[in-house]
């Protein structure tokens, strides 16, 4: 009887569909070939295959994973949410080859406290990198290629390399809670001093350079064994809030007779407030490092997890300087995943008096060319890929200690590149000032740009485009 009944419900669940669909062989544990399946959705979308992929890592090492380059969160907004508004009808743009756009940059010019302010042709340096974390040749290379077009570089953990001081025309001393290398007479060296108190790839920790990189070199300037881990300390001994702070600025002042500006270098967490103490405890210049930041070595969760996007942060540090009454005294420095002068151009626009770029320099440099790819695969990786900065074993000589890498880096020919990148950038930035109308890279505004997505206009304060009101939750 059961074979008279044709209804599918009274079927069993396999001949119904059988004869329903009208496959007849091919069954799939249990189901007919062509049949729809769970497995055919694409997966879980929270167990995804680096999640899970992450914790077969965790659990065959029993530790966190450590690596370089900067975050891969996919889900951070991205300076590319916000577009510019050139002139039409409401203003005059510039004519692009007959009008110029200033683009030169003071910072620390504060009035009786700094006799030599640093003045840029560009609005954009390279960030504080270490040697240790990069090769000597690189940092010359980054030296040269900065000063070529009137920038400058800054010396990053680790003390001042001689190569990098006789490459850099303007050259900062970063100071880290690590005191590595500290010394007088590098200090009354330098341009600038820099204040670290956290980065944006690692806030709330301090440095972290693996052993494979602390060559003999490394390990003489940081007074540390060679080929053991460097973990820096994360607070400076010689303060732990704005008065301390206060009293250590002061000191460095007369170390260097009031010559050279003060930096503070921070991780974008608390912009509103950080920036606040920063500038009430007298710094000339704040350098707010956002998420994307990369770095030579981090645990990998505090890329992805911790900070904010440097778009939330710069109009947050601005708002800070404004509502204290620094905004005339304190510049802003922007840092973290700016890749190029459009991004440069919207940081301007946000806030920023100038930014600073890493990554891109170290790619200007030749990271991530598709050349020498049997060291890219023995890294497992390929050229456009590779974030294994961390090893030492950098297939193009740019973040290794290991001579016969860091030979790679033809230091002329890098410097160029370099030269090259900084001055395209900033070409970039002044055609669209121009576009705006604007005759000075510093004169773009937060008006000039208008927010692609509901989450850019809400952590930037910019309107949404289309109805030019800012979003509001």
């Avoid at 029993?62 to 975050?71: A, C, D, L, S």
């Avoid at 969760?301 to 109009?315: E, R, V």
Wanted: glycine share 10%; proline share 5%.
């Amino acid at each position: 009887m059961a074979d008279d009944l044709k209804t599918p419900w009274e079927y069993p669940f396999e001949a119904a569909t059988e004869e329903l669909i009208g496959f007849a062989d091919g069954a799939i544990d249990g189901r007919p070939a062509g049949t729809p399946s769970s497995y055919d959705r694409g997966g879980s979308i929270r167990w995804t295959p680096e999640s899970i992929s992450e914790i077969h890592a965790l659990s065959q090492l029993g530790r966190y994973q450590i690596r370089g380059f900067n975050t891969f969160n996919k889900s951070f907004p991205t300076l590319d949410d916000l577009v510019f508004v050139p002139a039409t009808m409401t203003r005059l743009p510039l004519e692009g080859y007959r009008e110029s756009c200033d683009t030169r940059t003071v910072l620390g010019d504060r009035p009786g406290l700094v006799e030599q302010p640093l003045e840029l042709d560009i609005p954009i340096y390279i960030a504080s990198m270490s040697f240790g974390a990069l090769s000597a040749p690189a940092k010359a290379a980054l030296g040269y290629g900065a000063s070529k077009v009137g920038s400058m570089t800054c010396t990053g953990e680790g003390g001042m390399l001689e190569d990098e001081r006789r490459a850099s025309q303007t050259l900062v001393y970063q100071m880290t809670p690590s005191r590595y290398m500290l010394d007088l007479e590098h200090l009354r060296k330098a341009n600038a001093i820099e204040l670290v108190v956290g980065q944006g790839a690692k806030p709330g920790t301090g440095g972290l350079l693996l052993g494979m990189k602390v060559s003999d070199r490394v390990a003489d300037m940081r007074s540390l064994p060679t080929g053991v881990d460097q973990r820096s300390t994360v607070r400076h001994p010689d303060f732990l809030g704005a008065d301390d702070m206060q009293i250590k600025i002061e000191e460095l002042r007369e170390a260097t007779n009031y010559q050279v500006p003060i930096f503070l270098k921070m991780g974008a967490t608390r912009p509103r407030w950080d920036v606040a103490i920063a500038a009430k405890a007298g710094v000339d210049v704040i350098v707010v490092d956002g998420a994307e930041g990369g770095t030579g070595a981090s645990p990998e969760l505090l890329m992805d997890h911790t900070g904010i996007p440097t778009m939330s942060a710069i109009p947050a540090a601005r708002e800070a300087l404004e509502d204290c009454g620094k905004a005339d005294e304190v510049k802003l420095v922007a840092a973290g995943g700016i890749r190029s002068g459009a991004d440069a151009a919207k940081c301007l626009a946000l806030g920023a008096d100038a930014v600073m770029v890493g990554l891109g320099s170290m790619i200007a440099l030749g990271c991530n060319s598709p050349r020498y790819l049997e060291s890219y695969q023995a890294l497992g990786t390929s050229p456009g890929r590779c974030h294994h900065c961390h090893t030492g074993l950098c297939p193009v000589g740019v973040a290794t200690q290991d001579p016969e890498l860091e030979s790679r880096v033809d230091v002329a020919a890098a410097s160029e590149r370099v030269a090259r990148y900084l001055t395209a950038m900033t070409m970039e930035i002044s055609l669209l000032a121009k576009a705006c109308g604007k005759s000075s890279v510093h004169n773009l505004e937060k008006e000039d740009l208008r927010a692609l997505s509901m989450e850019a206009s809400a952590f930037t304060g910019v309107k949404m485009a289309g109805i030019d009101k800012p979003f509001t939750w």
